[in-house]
């Protein structure tokens, strides 16, 4: 099956690897030689180039190096000159794919790294769009959001879990000998047991408290506090300032993703699709920065992600632009 175009698919994801192995080694000389081979192949690896850099363009991604690679895709190592090279050629040809496999294994490694190092830091981890119920040893059952990731340590003396990534809702057995403490980007939630919801957003960490009691605590450089939770009571701390916005929220709405359903509460545009981006394959983007911090509050249908995105910022006059199959693009007229 072919898109965009009629151009492969696979040849489109391609593409997208060598726009991120070039901007990875911006002064690789062996990496831009290997991708010019693979540019010269054909007229349809062109255009496959040419659809990347569109999508690129239109993530807002502006690539600082090989100028004359990001504008206008000409082959450096055309068809027609490819066709006249001899077996001399060929040698050099493989020799060069042998380099192109070594870097783009380094390639592999340096755009995974960031979501390999939380594999390797995880007990517990789901993919994008899943969802997973596990049970700890003393009872506490832990429900995983989409691309999510947890460590555990339970030991005689203590509880603790990390969110090193995503939502979970905590349904804590009780043990008063045991303190629970959940870690969630800095900002600990202590409990003996009780059941609530964290989020852990790249700007801010939320927690919300459905039954019991819980301790909010976060020390920064500049700030520190610490405050309880009662049930029906939300608050979300900002990782830069330890600013606290805390309000009511309805005990059915708390974890609601765990019936396909997202619940915001005056959060921006840019936080909700961010958390939306869990249960969605594509990449998603928000050039426009006003677009971005428009607020909203409403229920989203986590299992359709594109219509959750349209409803998102149509209130604003927004759209959703579906650049390629692996890229959504929200923007305002």
């Known amino acids: 099956m072919t898109k965009d175009n009629n151009i492969p698919e696979a040849l489109l994801e391609e593409a997208m690897d060598w726009f991120l192995e070039l901007k990875a080694r ?13 540019l010269g ?7 496959s180039w040419e659809t990347a850099l569109k999508t690129w363009q239109l993530l807002g991604d502006v690539p600082p190096v090989h100028e004359h690679l990001w504008r206008g895709a ?10 006249r090279q001899p077996k001399r050629w060929a040698a050099r040809t493989w020799a060069g794919g042998a380099a192109a496999i070594a870097f783009a294994a380094c390639l592999v490694l ?18 994008t769009a899943e969802s997973r119920t596990i049970t700890l040893a003393d009872g506490t059952t832990i429900a995983m959001g989409g691309g999510s990731a947890i460590a555990t340590e339970i030991s005689a003396k203590a509880r ?6 995503g939502e979970a809702y905590f349904d804590v057995a009780r043990d008063p000998s045991r303190p629970f403490v959940v870690d969630a980007g800095g900002i600990e939630v202590s409990v003996l047991g009780t059941s609530f919801d964290v989020q852990l957003a790249s700007a801010e960490t939320t927690v919300e408290l459905a039954h019991g009691t819980v301790a909010v605590s976060y020390s920064g450089k500049d700030h ?8 029906g009571e939300t608050a979300t701390v900002a990782h830069a300032t330890g600013a606290v916005t805390r309000s009511a929220i309805a005990i059915e709405e708390i974890g609601a993703w765990r019936s396909g359903k997202m619940f915001v509460n005056n959060v921006t545009v840019a936080a909700a699709a961010e958390r939306l981006q869990r249960y969605h394959s594509a990449w998603i983007s928000i050039p426009q920065s006003e677009l971005a911090a428009r607020r909203v509050t409403g229920v989203y249908d986590l299992t359709d992600p594109d219509h959750a995105l349209q409803a998102l910022v149509q209130p604003f006059g927004g759209t959703v632009r579906a650049v390629t199959p692996y890229g959504r693009v ?3 007229f």
């Open 330 to 332: 929200l923007t305002q």
């Open 160 to 165: 603790h879990v990390r969110l090193l990534k």
């Open 224 to 231: 520190k506090q610490n405050f309880e939770l009662a049930p």
């Open 26 to 38: 911006p002064n690789c000389r062996e990496t831009e030689l290997a991708f010019q081979a693979w």
């Open 74 to 83: 000409a082959p450096l190592v055309s068809p027609a000159a490819t066709a």
């Open 41 to 47: 192949r054909s007229a349809l690896h062109i255009r």
């Open 110 to 127: 340096f755009v995974s790294l960031p979501s390999l190092l939380v594999r390797w830091r995880a007990d517990h981890v789901t993919e």
